[in-house]
């Protein structure tokens, strides 16, 4: 996406390379969808803030080093554990477990979600909301001025007059 912005030699030419970034995210919905994202790429990786007794709620995170910890690869507080969301239960499939993780299990949900995620991160700045986002990705919105009306025109975009909040959904 970035790369396919960074086209642009202005400001004022962002907008005509948006149908290209909506067409490469369609295409990695379609890979991920149809199984040919290699498990590799899908791989999420996370810091351990505990050890696994002290997590209540355990994270994905304890989840996939509660695996490992199973086949006695132990991970403490600070040091990272890989995995990829699956189906069912427990949720994820620690990377580094004795058996590879089965293609047909990814959680092609989870990783549409976090995909649309990070795609509303980059085009927040134009003005496209994550809502609107995936509501041009799923064909929701019949116009696409409709979609951008309530953004700024990008003549007005000035990267360091952006303020981000963060937020949990």
Excluded at 12 to 41: C, I, M, N, T, W
Aim: hydrophobic share 40%.
């Amino acid at each position: 996406m970035l790369a396919c912005l960074a086209q642009a030699q202005h400001v004022g030419e962002l907008e005509k390379y948006l149908p290209q970034v909506f067409s490469l995210l369609r295409r990695v919905l379609s890979d991920l969808r149809a199984g040919k994202v290699p498990l590799p790429h899908l791989l999420v990786s996370q810091k351990l803030s505990r050890t696994l007794p002290e997590y209540r709620s355990p994270s994905p995170a304890a989840r996939a080093a509660a695996q490992l910890q199973s086949v006695e690869k132990i991970l403490k507080p600070g040091q990272c554990v890989r995995f990829i969301y699956t189906l069912g239960d427990p949720g994820v499939h620690a990377w580094d477990s004795a058996e590879p993780p089965v293609p047909t299990s990814v959680d092609v949900r989870r990783y549409t979600t976090l995909l649309v995620r990070a795609a509303s991160t980059v085009l927040q700045p134009l003005g496209i909301s994550e809502t609107a986002l995936r509501d041009r990705l799923f064909d929701n919105v019949v116009a696409v001025p409709e979609l951008w009306s309530a953004r700024l025109p990008l003549s007005n975009y000035h990267p360091q007059s952006i303020h981000y909040s963060s937020t949990t959904t």
